[in-house]
T-cell receptor
Framework: DAGVTQSPTHLIKTRGQQVTLRCSPK?????VSWYQQALGQGPQFIFQ???????QRGNFPDRFSGHQFPNYSSELNVNALLLGDSALYLC?????????????FGPGTRLTVT | GDSVTQMEGPVTLSEEAFLTINCTYT??????LFWYVQYPGEGLQLLLK?????DKGSNKGFEATYRKETTSFHLEKGSVQVSDSAVYFC????????????FGQGTRLTINP
């Protein structure tokens, strides 16, 4: 049973560029959440997708956008990159019907903006 | 809004020592509470959880009890090992809206042989 997978593992971009990160959820899960983890900090919620729609959004600007596909996989897009966007981006999957609210995380994508 | 506060790190202990990492929360109603662990270079792994007051979550020798009266979920282990060295995050999912995890700032734990 494959867990949550993310690609790429590492990425280096220049200020002003755009980036797309990808996530495949754990088998059987229908909900994908994205988190940003700055160095030495706890993860911060970006947004969550369920049934191909954004279900909730954290305190992130519109430069951050996402998409969920019919197979439940998801993309995170960041436009007009800033140096402050450098972080580990984590994808987590869950099953919305579960009352335990357990989320399973992927290994993350390390984004460096220069 | 909902928030989680963890004890400041880093924490350094000797092998077989007793571990406590404090966690308190602010939230409306009865959130679900979690401890996640992050080993170097890896993503987050769910360590244990509790979904209602007085529940005790446990896994791999770690325990935490959901205390509504003190809004706390302290992590404990009776005898730590070098392999427990990692960063530990306390987190909650609130009762309103989507299944959004709210994390504490993390506590780095180092166990010396």
């Amino acid at each position: 049973d494959a867990g949550v997978t993310q690609s790429p593992t590492h990425l280096i971009k220049t200020r002003g560029q755009q980036v797309t990160l990808r996530c495949s959820p754990k088998s059987g899960h229908d909900t994908v959440s994205w988190y940003q983890q700055a160095l030495g900090q706890g993860p911060q919620f970006i947004f969550q997708y369920y049934e191909e729609e954004e279900r909730q959004r954290g305190n992130f600007p519109d430069r951050f956008s996402g998409h969920q596909f019919p197979n439940y996989s998801s993309e995170l897009n960041v436009n007009a990159l800033l140096l402050g966007d450098s972080a580990l981006y984590l994808c987590a999957s869950s099953l919305v019907s579960l009352s335990s609210y357990e989320q399973y995380f992927g290994p993350g994508t390390r984004l460096t903006v220069t | 809004g909902d928030s989680v506060t963890q004890m400041e790190g880093p924490v350094t202990l000797s092998e077989e020592a007793f571990l406590t990492i404090n966690c308190t929360y602010t939230a409306t109603g009865y959130p679900s509470l979690f401890w996640y662990v992050q080993y170097p270079g890896e993503g987050l792994q769910l360590l244990l959880k509790a979904t209602k007051a007085d529940d005790k979550g446990s896994n791999k020798g770690f325990e935490a009890t959901y205390r509504k009266e003190t809004t706390s979920f302290h992590l404990e282990k009776g005898s730590v090992q070098v392999s427990d060295s990692a960063v530990y995050f306390c987190a909650l999912v609130g009762v309103q809206g989507a299944q959004k995890l709210v994390f504490g700032q993390g506590t780095r734990l180092t166990i010396n042989p």
